[in-house]
């Protein structure tokens, strides 16, 4: 891929942004046939969206503000998603417990019409549950004036694989696919965007990509595009910081998930099972600094904690937390004085005079109709061959059906074989990287060699989800990850000892205390 960047040809669009909205972009561009390249100056997914809840859903708390809109297409997007990638994505049983008669029908009514928008998508039907049916199905659940419960059903997936395989998609259809890959500049003839400057992280050689339309995809790094475009920007990002925490399923056993509707600042709150594990989540804190690698605040954890132990008997302290990881929501602009928790999940498309396409806002749900509508605008900006948009049924990845999820391999689609086939060849590769998880060196070295990971957090945060886990036990392994990487991508002792300084370094920044 690199070497078709030093070729010098003309793209029909270059992206920028390697997350949900740019790879997204990129799968629906290349489909369509138009010469794509998209460029990430991090790795694929680094920031917000590797650090989502990790819910494929409509919204409920968007169903409280009236956004009737938004919920319906992004329920529309679940169900798409679900038949797309059903290797990274499953349906999840949700159940609200309640406390009151009242906001028991209240909540059921709710719940009910959310079903209802969801049409033939639907994924399950809502039901009203007794006191005793919601114990059985939230075995740690306060029980103290229990009067019920609403069972639901909405979509979960792996954000951060989900990206992997969305990259993978994207240069199967023709797509040049780049990470540690940073746009620094814009070239121009007569006001309109000719070419990007690039810069490889890695490397720092130069290149530049000639165009015919650029798609500004960055999340919360769009305004920095904008200006990089044009130093009279105003300002089109308010980023808003959301903190998970993940604890162990012993404090929250059983496969359904909490979902708790109103905390004290007017967020829903959820406890989801995930990769054997709990996620709990989420707070929005506005921010003023954007930063590619974000740290919850101390008063945000304690949020969490004390709203989860409200609902639940199993309580949990600082040092029951095995990981905490925070992102950034590019929420759009709103009237001034709005909060970011009232703030509208709609994204937003500006074209600029010099026809920078920027897409930002949104959620995760919605990423392909984003992706959609980003190309759409850029086809007709840079005057591109009419094409239609094909990925409403686009398979994501390599799978086949049934997938198998009794074991962790599943995330790979059909590769996992491979993987395996690469542990009977050599032995060594069928040992663990960590006792307590069933990740095995054999699949580190595909990843290494078949997914563009080139750090020890490349492999630990994205590829396999382990920092996102546990952090200590991610720390634990990554000096097995830096043999492994410094031997496939011949790298020095010197090199391991940078690698392995920097990702403790910043692993210690997901641990609570």
Same mark, same amino acid.
């Given at each position: 891929?690199?070497?078709?960047?030093?070729?010098?040809?003309?793209?029909?669009?270059?992206?920028?942004?390697?997350?949900?909205?740019?790879?997204?972009?990129?799968?629906?561009?290349?489909?369509?046939?138009?010469?794509?390249?998209?460029?990430?100056?991090?790795?694929?997914?680094?920031?917000?969206?590797?650090?989502?809840?990790?819910?494929?859903?409509?919204?409920?708390?968007?169903?409280?503000?009236?956004?009737?809109?938004?919920?319906?297409?992004?329920? =529309?997007? =679940?169900?798409?998603?679900?038949?797309?990638?059903?290797?990274?994505?499953?349906?999840?049983?949700?159940?609200?417990?309640?406390?009151?008669?009242?906001?028991?029908?209240?909540?059921?009514?709710?719940?009910?019409?959310?079903?209802?928008?969801?049409?033939?998508?639907?994924?399950?039907?809502?039901?009203?549950?007794?006191?005793?049916?919601?114990?059985?199905?939230?075995?740690?659940?306060?029980?103290?004036?229990?009067?019920?419960?609403?069972?639901?059903?909405?979509?979960?997936?792996?954000?951060?694989?989900?990206?992997?395989?969305?990259?993978?998609?994207?240069?199967?259809?023709?797509?040049?696919?780049?990470?540690?890959?940073?746009?620094?500049?814009?070239?121009?003839?007569?006001?309109?965007?000719?070419?990007?400057?690039?810069?490889?992280?890695?490397? $720092?050689?130069?290149?530049?990509? =000639?165009?015919?339309?650029?798609? $500004?995809?960055?999340?919360?790094?769009?305004?920095?595009?904008?200006?990089?475009?044009?130093?009279?920007?105003?300002?089109?990002?308010?980023?808003?910081?959301?903190?998970?925490?993940?604890?162990?399923?012993?404090?929250?056993?059983?496969?359904?998930?909490?979902?708790?509707?109103?905390?004290?600042?007017?967020?829903?709150?959820?406890?989801?099972?995930?990769?054997?594990?709990?996620?709990?989540?989420?707070?929005?804190?506005?921010?003023?600094?954007?930063?590619?690698?974000?740290?919850?605040?101390?008063?945000?954890?304690?949020?969490?904690?004390?709203?989860?132990?409200?609902?639940?008997?199993?309580?949990?302290?600082?040092?029951?937390?095995?990981? +905490?990881?925070?992102?950034?929501?590019?929420?759009?602009?709103?009237?001034?004085?709005?909060?970011?928790?009232?703030?509208?999940?709609?994204?937003?498309?500006? +074209?600029?005079?010099?026809?920078?396409?920027?897409?930002?806002?949104?959620?995760?749900?919605?990423?392909?109709?984003?992706?959609?509508?980003?190309? $759409?605008?850029?086809?007709? +900006?840079?005057?591109?061959?009419?094409?239609?948009?094909?990925?409403?049924?686009?398979?994501?990845?390599?799978?086949?059906?049934?997938?198998?999820?009794?074991?962790?391999?599943?995330?790979?689609?059909?590769?996992?074989?491979?993987?395996?086939?690469?542990?009977?060849?050599?032995?060594?590769?069928?040992?663990?990287?960590?006792?307590?998880?069933?990740?095995?060196?054999?699949?580190?070295?595909?990843?290494?060699?078949?997914?563009?990971?080139?750090?020890?957090?490349?492999?630990?945060?994205?590829?396999?989800?382990?920092?996102?886990?546990?952090?200590?036990?991610?720390?634990?392994?990554?000096?097995?990850?830096?043999?492994?990487?410094?031997?496939?991508?011949?790298?020095?002792?010197?090199?391991?000892?940078?690698?392995? $300084?920097?990702?403790?370094?910043?692993?210690?920044?997901?641990?609570?205390?």
């Amino acid at each position: 891929m690199l070497q078709a960047l030093q070729e010098g040809k003309q793209w029909d669009i270059v992206i920028v942004g390697g997350g949900a909205t740019g790879l997204g972009a990129a799968v629906d561009a290349a489909s369509r046939g138009y010469t794509t390249l998209l460029v990430e100056q991090h790795d694929f997914g680094k920031g917000t969206s590797s650090r989502s809840t990790k819910l494929l859903h409509g919204g409920v708390r968007y169903l409280q503000q009236g956004n009737i809109k938004l919920v319906m297409e992004a329920l =529309r997007e =679940r169900g798409k998603l679900l038949k797309n990638a059903p290797h990274i994505s499953s349906i999840q049983a949700f159940v609200l417990p309640v406390y009151s008669w009242w906001k028991k029908w209240y909540y059921a009514a709710g719940l009910k019409l959310y079903d209802l928008l969801s049409g033939k998508l639907s994924v399950g039907a809502t039901e009203i549950l007794s006191a005793k049916k919601t114990k059985q199905l939230l075995l740690s659940a306060e029980e103290k004036k229990l009067k019920g419960g609403i069972r639901y059903y909405d979509g979960q997936f792996d954000d951060a694989r989900l990206c992997i395989d969305l990259a993978a998609t994207a240069h199967k259809h023709g797509a040049v696919i780049l990470n540690y890959m940073r746009a620094k500049g814009f070239e121009k003839e007569a006001g309109k965007i000719t070419a990007v400057q690039l810069q490889d992280s890695l490397s $720092n050689q130069i290149y530049t990509a =000639r165009c015919k339309v650029v798609i $500004n995809a960055t999340g919360v790094f769009t305004d920095s595009v904008l200006q990089m475009d044009d130093h009279l920007q105003h300002q089109l990002v308010l980023p808003s910081q959301g903190v998970h925490i993940v604890i162990d399923k012993k404090f929250f056993p059983g496969t359904d998930a909490l979902i708790i509707p109103h905390t004290d600042d007017g967020r829903v709150l959820f406890a989801v099972p995930w990769h054997d594990k709990v996620v709990v989540g989420t707070t929005d804190t506005p921010v003023d600094l954007i930063l590619s690698e974000p740290e919850a605040f101390d008063e945000e954890i304690a949020f969490i904690i004390h709203h989860f132990n409200r609902y639940n008997r199993l309580q949990i302290q600082y040092e029951d937390v095995l990981s +905490v990881f925070a992102g950034l929501r590019p929420l759009v602009h709103g009237k001034e004085g709005s909060s970011t928790a009232t703030l509208s999940r709609d994204h937003t498309i500006v +074209v600029s005079k010099s026809g920078l396409v920027s897409i930002t806002g949104g959620k995760w749900t919605t990423y392909r109709r984003m992706a959609e509508d980003a190309v $759409n605008n850029a086809s007709f +900006v840079g005057k591109l061959h009419k094409a239609s948009c094909v990925t409403d049924t686009l398979a994501i990845g390599e799978w086949k059906l049934p997938v198998d999820r009794s074991h962790h391999w599943h995330v790979y689609g059909i590769h996992a074989a491979a993987i395996q086939q690469l542990m009977e060849e050599d032995i060594s590769l069928q040992e663990k990287i960590h006792s307590q998880y069933p990740y095995t060196k054999g699949e580190v070295v595909w990843i290494i060699r078949n997914e563009l990971a080139e750090t020890i957090e490349d492999i630990l945060a994205r590829r396999i989800r382990l920092l996102f886990l546990d952090a200590k036990a991610a720390m634990e392994a990554a000096p097995v990850i830096a043999i492994l990487l410094a031997a496939e991508l011949k790298k020095e002792e010197g090199w391991m000892e940078v690698q392995l $300084n920097s990702f403790l370094t910043l692993a210690q920044r997901y641990t609570a205390y």
